[in-house]
């Protein structure tokens, strides 16, 4: 079955300064990469989501990247902040598909510095 | 709308007794999923349902674990009995048929004494 590995497991950085987390997926055939926060004592929130057929989607300052032949995807936060401080969570969605199936990744606390 | 809601918020409970989570979906959603969040194992998917079946249960731990959806606006994730080492947030999503987004309800954290 599908497996997402995702890194680095914690990323502290500096306000303004650029994140990027990048996960790697097993099957090929997964079409689907959406992205969640998680804020403390909340549940994970959908940020951004990619699929199969586009390489790149921005919304403001996040951005993410998709590699198909490499099989690997990454979120880029630009001009970070301190409520960008959260877990993040990867995801891969595997066929068979409408399903709505997903297999996270194991996270990633990000710490913005002021 | 409300959003995917859970209750209870936080419950804990002594070994042995029996815990049931509650789940309503965001209407019009016919997808439901429920996970379990700890320190060590991260985010896993114990079982989902579309249009109130059961589709995929194999993250199930053990058969202390069921869940049900008897209709499209509630379920229930039923543990008994309930062990310490199924301390735990457990997470319950809804997308709709024909996307893949799931959105969370708030959790209920659970622990076992």
């Known amino acids: 079955g599908e497996n997402v590995e995702q890194h680095p497991s914690t990323l502290s950085v500096q306000e303004g300064d650029s994140a990027v987390i990048k996960c790697t997926y097993s099957?090929?055939?997964?079409?689907?990469f959406p992205w969640y926060k998680q804020e403390l004592g909340k549940g994970p929130q959908l940020i951004i989501d990619i699929r199969s057929n586009v390489g790149e989607k921005k919304d403001q300052r996040i951005a993410v990247t998709l590699n198909k032949t490499a099989k690997h995807f990454s979120l880029h936060i630009t001009e970070t902040q301190p409520e960008d401080s959260a877990v993040y969570f990867c995801a891969a969605s595997p066929p068979p598909g409408n399903t709505g199936k997903l297999i996270f990744g194991q996270g990633t606390t990000l710490q913005v510095k002021p | 709308d409300a959003g995917v809601i859970q209750s209870p918020r936080h419950e804990v409970t002594e070994m042995g007794q029996e815990v049931t989570l509650r789940c309503k979906p965001i209407?019009?959603?016919?997808?439901l999923f429920w996970y379990r969040q700890t320190m060590m194992r991260g985010l896993e998917l114990l079982i989902y349902?579309?249009?109130?079946?059961?589709?995929?249960d194999s993250g199930m731990p053990e058969d202390r674990f069921s869940a049900k959806m008897p209709n499209a606006s509630f379920s229930t994730l039923k543990i008994q009995p309930s062990e310490p080492r199924d301390s735990a947030v457990y997470f319950c999503a809804s997308s709709s048929g024909d996307r893949e987004d799931q959105y969370f309800g708030p959790g209920t954290r659970l622990l076992v004494l």
């Open positions: 209407s019009g959603h016919n997808s």
């Open positions: 099957d090929s055939a997964s079409n689907y």
């Open positions: 349902f579309n249009n109130n079946v059961p589709i995929d």
